[in-house]
């Protein structure tokens, strides 16, 4: 495969929702969901945090790119997750879309200790990926070979707890 190195990747990307992915969220399948979600792009929020402000005016002199993250009160962490910057600019306008991978997604999600990836917060479907699918998904980047069907039809019969997820930001910068 020749890659052209003067063309940026995701040049050509418009930001549009994987189809495969977006069919899933609507059907409400968390297991298709998470079977999409292994190959798709998707879009995590980074927003700009203020580290120091000017003394007299209250300007801001220095700031840091966080990955926004969400926090239930029992204090458990989430990525969210958008399947195109359409669902991210619905949930959080000043928010920029950052792509990747969604194996890569869930991966870094499960060693940095989060619980879950959650996509599409503000809709128009949601869809939370915890517990073993998430670990399953994760597997896809170490380049295990999983079967996510096989997973999602052991994890079908077991109950699954609600939770509600709030915005906020993660202490630790994006790492660049």
């Given amino acids: 495969?020749?890659?052209e190195l003067l063309t940026p990747a995701g040049q050509g990307d418009h930001g549009g929702g994987d189809g495969a992915l977006r069919a899933a969220l609507d059907a409400g399948d968390e297991h298709a969901v998470a079977a999409a979600l292994a190959w798709a792009r998707v879009f995590v929020a980074i927003e700009a945090r203020r580290t120091d402000a000017d003394a007299v005016t209250g300007?801001?002199?220095?700031s840091e790119m966080v990955l926004v993250t969400l926090r239930v009160p029992s204090g458990a962490t989430a990525i969210p997750a958008f399947s195109g910057v359409d669902t991210l600019a619905r949930w959080r306008q000043a928010a920029r879309p950052v792509a990747v991978p969604g194996h890569a997604l869930c991966a870094q999600a499960v060693r940095d200790g989060h619980r879950a990836?959650?996509?599409d917060i503000a809709g128009p479907a949601m869809a939370t990926v915890d517990g073993e699918?998430?670990?399953?998904v994760a597997a896809v980047a170490l380049g295990e070979t999983v079967?996510?069907?096989e997973a999602g039809a052991r994890l079908a019969e077991q109950p699954r707890p609600r939770r509600r997820w709030s915005r906020h930001r993660s202490r630790r910068p994006m790492a660049g």
């Fill in 59 to 62: 300007a801001d002199k220095t």
């Fill in 117 to 119: 990836v959650v996509l």
């Fill in 1 to 3: 495969m020749k890659r």
């Fill in 133 to 136: 699918l998430l670990r399953r």
């Fill in 147 to 149: 079967a996510l069907e």
